[in-house]
């Protein structure tokens, strides 16, 4: 069973890239990634000055993590030092650069080339900070910003994109016609981890970049319509922490994946446990490649005008006298009770088949039947 790709023309041993972040700032820190089996690292996002470091930058809330870092706090000649470092074996490089104009990108595109970057990830937003801000919702301007790149250097190219930009088919035309070989989707989500109503103070002193698991849904539903909207190849990102996750994204079109603030909360070892569980599940279900199940669910995705009108109704598929009464509770049509002994029981009549029981019910009591 192989776990081998291709994106942008490199081949990759497997799906697994490391995303730019606190965790790739550094020499030291990417090889770590390297060493547990990460098919790319992407460092962290380098820039003509170095970003000064924030303390604290760091805010956790659950399983969401908020990252007020912009860039690197490396110097561009501190990075070429770090980078002569590395022992990547099997394992490409991608520079991830920022400029605050076309020259500007040229000139770090042909730096990091230099420096052995197999490939280069332009970051066009950040969640905090304002700089920039207008290369990310107009398309005219984000051509010659990626073309200005494109052009300089002979490695392939692609841009990580904020949801916004992946968004808009327009923004993505100007992407690929300005040569770039794929896109990363999506960047951090601008969040705040909420406010002390005792002092009526924010957590954070300003907006972040929100990550982790509650954004993966969104991920999801940005890497399929990307797939509707664009050629380019897709490496997607968000929410990203178990070979799950990994499948979830492949088989709506993306070629591969990014892992990020799974990295912050639960080490480097999460790419070798990914790599791991992708090497037994594959060969269990069939597949003889990654490459095999990519794009498999898109057919089961249809617009909203053509869903099947039929009416559904709830079932109950055996009894229930469980006290959590979540169905009773989450049922806008009162077509669900519980009667004198105890038990739980559905009105038909009344049910309007929207599954919210069905979804909801942790043991699984409820089914939905066609009308």
Request: proline residues 4%.
């Amino acid at each position: 069973m192989s776990k081998a790709i291709e994106f942008m023309g490199m081949q990759l041993k497997n799906p697994i890239l490391v995303g730019a972040g606190p965790w790739s700032r550094n020499g030291e820190a990417m090889q770590r990634s390297i060493d547990a089996g990460a098919a790319a690292v992407c460092t962290k996002t380098i820039t003509l000055e170095a970003t000064p470091r924030v303390c604290p930058r760091l805010y956790l809330d659950g399983d969401s993590l908020f990252n007020t870092t912009l860039h690197s706090e490396l110097h561009l000649e501190q990075w070429e030092s770090e980078l002569e470092t590395l022992k990547k074996g099997d394992c490409k490089l991608i520079c991830s650069i920022w400029g605050s104009s076309p020259s500007e990108l040229s000139y770090l595109a042909t730096r990091v080339e230099r420096m052995g970057a197999d490939a280069i990830e332009i970051s066009i937003s950040a969640p905090v900070g304002s700089r920039n801000q207008y290369i990310y919702s107009h398309s005219p301007d984000i051509r010659g910003f990626v073309e200005a790149a494109v052009k300089a250097v002979q490695i392939p190219v692609m841009v990580k994109l904020s949801y916004e930009a992946a968004a808009s088919p327009e923004f993505l035309s100007a992407i690929a016609d300005a040569g770039a070989a794929g896109v990363s989707a999506i960047d951090a989500m601008r969040g705040l981890s909420g406010i002390d109503i005792e002092t009526c103070r924010a957590r954070m002193p300003a907006y972040g970049g929100y990550t982790g698991k509650h954004i993966h849904a969104i991920a999801l539903a940005v890497t399929a319509s990307l797939r509707q909207y664009t050629p380019m190849q897709i490496c997607s990102v968000g929410g990203i922490g178990s070979y799950e996750d990994v499948l979830e994204f492949l088989m709506l079109g993306a070629t591969c994946v990014q892992l990020a603030s799974a990295i912050q909360l639960h080490g480097h070892g999460v790419i070798s446990r990914i790599l791991s569980d992708l090497d037994a599940w594959l060969p269990a279900h069939g597949y003889s490649s990654a490459g095999d199940v990519c794009g498999a669910a898109l057919k089961t995705l249809v617009p909203f005008e053509d869903i099947n009108p039929r009416p559904l109704r709830a079932a109950l598929q055996s009894a229930c006298r469980e006290d959590c009464g979540l169905c009773i509770e989450g049922c806008l049509y009162d077509a669900i009770n519980r009667g004198a002994d105890g038990e739980i029981a559905l009105d038909s009549s009344r049910c309007a088949g929207c599954g919210f029981c069905a979804a909801r019910c942790p043991k699984h009591r409820f089914s939905l039947e066609w009308a």
